[in-house]
């Protein structure tokens, strides 16, 4: 089964830090670029940020030099580490993996398969 489980979300302070991770399931042999997209509560889902398989990293304006996407190719996980945070940051982070392949059958391309998302609340 294609899936992704997002995890470390949280209530922090503002200036703290927290970690994601999304990893994949088991039965996945192949992922393309991988990244993260939150949703603050009234507003559309937006990019965070992405990671190509080669580790090359692009980031949204609101959280370079905060926030440091990495992936583990060999765990198909990827992590978004989220220092400095501030209450604007407050959202459902959710992971997204552009292209999946599953061993249950290799021949078939998975594309835009989300994570259930994970909470984030940056409050005092």
């Known amino acids: 089964q294609v899936q992704l489980v997002e995890s470390g979300g949280g209530m922090v302070q503002p200036g703290g830090s927290l970690r994601l991770s999304c990893a994949a399931s088991?039965?996945?042999?192949?992922?393309?670029?991988m990244g993260w997209h939150r949703q603050a509560p009234g507003k559309e889902r937006v990019l965070v940020a992405t990671?190509?398989?080669?580790?090359?990293?692009n980031y949204a304006d609101s959280v370079k030099g905060r926030f440091t996407i990495s992936r583990d190719n060999a765990k198909n996980t990827v992590y978004l580490q989220m220092n400095s945070l501030k209450p604007e940051d407050t959202a459902v982070y959710y992971c997204?993996?552009?292209?999946?392949?599953?061993?249950?059958?290799?021949?078939?391309?998975?594309?835009?398969?989300w994570g259930q998302g994970t909470q984030v609340t940056v409050s005092s």
């Open positions: 990671i190509t398989t080669n580790g090359d990293a």
């Open positions: 088991a039965s996945i042999i192949s992922i393309g670029v």
């Open positions: 997204l993996a552009d292209t999946v392949r599953d061993r249950t059958d290799p021949r078939v391309t998975h594309f835009g398969v």
